[in-house]
């Protein structure tokens, strides 16, 4: 008889482990199903122990031990992936079980049947000491492909096989057609847009495979039970997409250094412009020198600045023109009589952002949220008001509801004014638009822009960040039209976000990439037409290091929502008493109420290389914390 401990993966079960006994032989690493509260649920081995061994203990517990139902799998994952999965959890404050879930493609976990795994090696990888590789590939996406590649023929001759992490299923697509070609037989792209029946077959051939392959996939399948990978790559190292905005709240990019390291595997960073932090990383010398990081990229051979600034000053004087100043509509003209195609950036979705009561001076919100209500045009013609958090749709008010004025007044630039305004100026050209709120669809979007590509030119395709997902070619001109707004964002990592955002535009532009501002001397956009990346991370460090962010401190942001206003409060202000010796800062979300919540956060700066050893205190306190708490180790956002 024996007795196993597993890790339950599935949600609102705390316990970090559960013990069960069975006649089987069984190993960890195996998936098994085990009864919790009247129900099945799957479950990671992640200890064994001969029941004689423990008789004393089972017998003085106070529950009585159940027997597993059965083994799914007795190959299911790795034992040194589990041990990566408990790290991970230790870091991110955060039960196993839900990090082995986010590690776990759900197809494989509920297709799972029987050991048709390949046998894993009983002898454990030892893990890698410090000279291990962390290398960074700084370069335009061709470029990055063409190092890639050269990374799995290097692999491969050693007989060992690679994994390439994207951050969206969009991603995996594009890659994929560019790195399998000569060796699409021992290529595997795996998302979660396959058919489940597809990812269980695929999933298989790759863990029976002996050549050594190449895994083009999301994080989901980092689980895949494999010892032979010589090194994992994380592409786009700088997308927001690799960090969790739930529980548990895990970056993928802290996940796989461990995961990495356990495995003994190179880990290779790879994008065109790289995180400020892994900037740090590499002039302090933690990462290997690989290929030299570029920092200073070429781009569009005509690049320049609009400067909007007295246009918009004078605006009222020709309402008409909202959008666009007299120069950019010149230029536009000058393109569309070419044939060319132009791409138009704007910030936000809808008609406009923000409505002003010009009597009160109040922005009308959400009457749920603490957000100003987006006016956009539905496709009956119909004025509305649309808030991004609730998703409540009311009809525009003609008055105001705070003081029942009559003036009121739309600020800002969206989507669908961008696009009624080209349709005025251009009405020969066909106008196309993008954004998540206009056409919520994906397979939609996706039609929309293979129309946009295969059109011959004189086209005009109008879209907010969500095109990066569907447009891959290249155009004649693109326009960053709405960029100001993003500055007044009080967020840490803004200036990295524009300039990543600036990057990726220009990289879309073939013959000319223009940014329209009214702050024109700003030194970010000087660094972006020049592509000077060692510039712009100069100026950023530096400003890093005077306020004490990333990569100088850790952040970890505790959140907590409630109904009422002074309750959640008196709950902060306890919660800043536990932790008085950490210095916790608190304050109000950017948007402090949402769907009738009020929420507020509270910061603490930790230094970086004490969490979470050397900080075993905090992390019961944090770990002890109601569920209602939200704990966000590293946050993207501060908002």
């Known amino acids: 008889m024996k007795i196993i ?3 339950p993966i599935a949600k609102g079960i705390p316990q970090e482990k559960l013990s069960y006994f069975t006649s089987k032989d069984i190993s960890v690493g195996a998936l098994v199903s085990v009864p919790v509260r009247k129900k099945e649920i799957p479950a990671i081995v992640s200890a064994v122990s001969d029941a004689k061994e423990s008789k004393t203990s089972i017998k003085s517990s106070d529950f009585t031990m159940k027997p597993i139902k059965s083994v799914v799998s007795s190959n299911f994952i790795m034992p040194e992936f589990l041990e990566s999965c408990k790290e991970i959890a230790e870091y991110y404050i955060s039960p196993p079980g839900p990090v082995l879930k986010d590690f776990v493609s759900q197809a494989i976990l509920k297709s799972a049947s029987g050991p048709k795994t390949q046998k894993i090696s009983e002898e454990a990888v030892p893990e890698a000491k410090n000279e291990r590789d962390i290398l960074i590939i700084q370069f335009p996406t061709e470029e990055r492909i063409r190092h890639y590649k050269s990374i799995v023929r290097e692999e491969f001759a050693k007989n060992k096989s690679v994994f390439l992490c994207l951050p969206t299923v969009a991603d995996i697509e594009n ?9 699409e037989k021992y290529v595997f792209a795996l998302s979660g847009k396959m058919p489940s029946k597809k990812i269980k077959e695929e999933w298989e051939k790759a863990t029976e495979e002996k050549h050594p392959i190449l895994i083009i996939a999301t994080k989901s399948f980092l689980s895949l039970p494999r010892r032979d990978f ?20 895990v970056d993928a990019r802290k996940a796989v250094e461990i995961i990495s390291r356990k495995k003994q595997a190179r880990l290779i960073f790879g994008d065109e412009f790289v995180r400020i932090e892994t900037f740090y990383r590499q002039e302090m010398g933690e990462f290997s020198p690989f290929f030299a990081r570029h920092h200073r990229l070429t781009g569009a051979t005509e690049q320049a600045i609009i400067d909007a600034q007295g246009y918009f000053k004078e605006k009222k004087q020709n309402r008409r023109k909202f959008v666009s100043t007299p120069e950019l509509l010149r230029i536009m003209e000058e ?6 195609k132009i791409i138009i950036f704007a910030n936000r979705k809808g008609y406009h952002p923000i409505t002003i009561c010009a009597d009160c001076q109040r922005t009308i919100l959400c009457d749920k949220c603490d957000v100003p209500a987006v006016m956009r045009k539905t496709e009956q013609k119909n004025v509305t008001q649309r808030c991004h958090k609730c998703l409540a749709e009311l009809p525009a008010p003609d008055r105001c509801p705070y003081c ?13 004014i961008v696009a009624e305004e080209m349709k005025e100026f251009f009405p020969g050209a ?8 206009s056409v919520p669809n994906k397979k939609v979007r996706s039609k929309i822009a293979e129309e946009f590509e295969r059109a011959r030119g004189g086209e005009i395709l109008v879209g907010t960040e969500i095109i990066f997902s569907h447009i891959h070619q290249p155009v004649d001109l693109v326009i960053a039209i709405s960029i100001d707004g993003l500055f007044t ?4 990592k803004i200036n990295e976000k524009v300039f990543r955002l600036l990057l990726k535009l220009r990289s879309l532009a073939k013959k000319s990439f223009l940014i329209q501002t009214r702050f024109p001397k700003l030194p970010i956009f000087a660094n972006i037409l020049k592509g000077n990346i060692s510039e712009f991370y100069k100026e950023e460090i530096e400003n890093r290091k005077i306020f004490q962010y990333p990569p100088f401190k850790l952040l970890i942001k505790i959140t907590k929502e409630g109904k009422k206003e002074n309750q959640l409060n008196k709950e902060i202000e306890t919660l800043q008493k536990i932790l008085v010796e950490w210095k916790p800062i608190t304050y109000p979300a950017f948007i402090p109420k949402i769907k009738n919540l009020y929420i507020k956060h509270l910061l603490l700066k930790i230094d970086p290389a004490s969490w979470p050893k050397k900080q075993e205190k905090l992390s019961r306190i944090l770990s002890s914390l109601p569920l209602s708490y939200k704990v966000d180790i590293g946050p993207e956002s501060l908002l």
């Open 489 to 492: 964002l009080p967020e840490f």
């Open 175 to 183: 890659t994929a057609a560019e790195l399998s070609r000569g060796i």
């Open 230 to 249: 010589g090194a994992i790559i994380i592409d786009q190292e700088n997308s927001s997409a690799y960090k969790n905005q739930k529980k548990p709240y």
């Open 404 to 416: 029942k004025g009559w003036r009121l007044e739309s600020y800002g630039i969206g989507t669908q």
């Open 430 to 437: 066909k106008i196309f638009e993008i954004d998540s709120d």
């Open 5 to 7: 401990d597993v890790i």
């Open 335 to 340: 393109s569309l009589a070419k044939n060319e």
